[in-house]
């Protein structure tokens, strides 16, 4: 039974930064890929980045140049460091984790089979 746990949610004003983590519990992180997806009020849940088990990356064009997607395999933990927030980015967080192949880099969110509960993100302007 795969388990993602997510922390490092708050609030910070516009410009500031945050490092979201999720810990991996039951699962082979280093073999399958895992990603950030976001949903705000009454949108659609978005990618955000993801990484795989290679360390190659994708990311969405908002936060291509201020989100850097990273991973300790050795702790079994996925990181999200977001710098210049904008308040465009509150958001609930989802840490999410595929084990089959999937054309990850698109960041759907119907390819991902495992979530966390998520980390709420609020960014003040």
């Known amino acids: 039974q795969v388990q993602l746990v997510e922390s490092g949610g708050g609030s910070v004003q516009s410009g500031g930064s945050l490092r979201l983590s999720c810990a991996a519990y039951?699962?082979?992180?280093?073999?399958?890929?895992m990603g950030w997806f976001r949903q705000a009020p009454g949108k659609e849940r978005e990618g955000v980045a993801a990484?795989?088990?290679?360390?190659?990356?994708s990311y969405a064009d908002s936060v291509k140049g201020r989100f850097t997607i990273s991973q300790d395999n050795a702790k079994n933990t996925l990181y999200l460091q977001m710098n210049s927030l904008k308040p465009e980015d509150t958001a609930m967080y989802y840490c999410?984790?595929?084990?089959?192949?999937?054309?990850?880099?698109?960041?759907?969110?119907?390819?991902?089979?495992?979530w966390g509960q998520g980390t709420q993100v609020t960014v003040s302007s």
């Open positions: 999410a984790a595929v084990d089959v192949y999937v054309e990850w880099w698109l960041l759907r969110s119907a390819d991902f089979g495992y």
């Open positions: 039951g699962y082979t992180y280093s073999t399958y890929c």
């Open positions: 990484i795989d088990s290679d360390g190659m990356t």
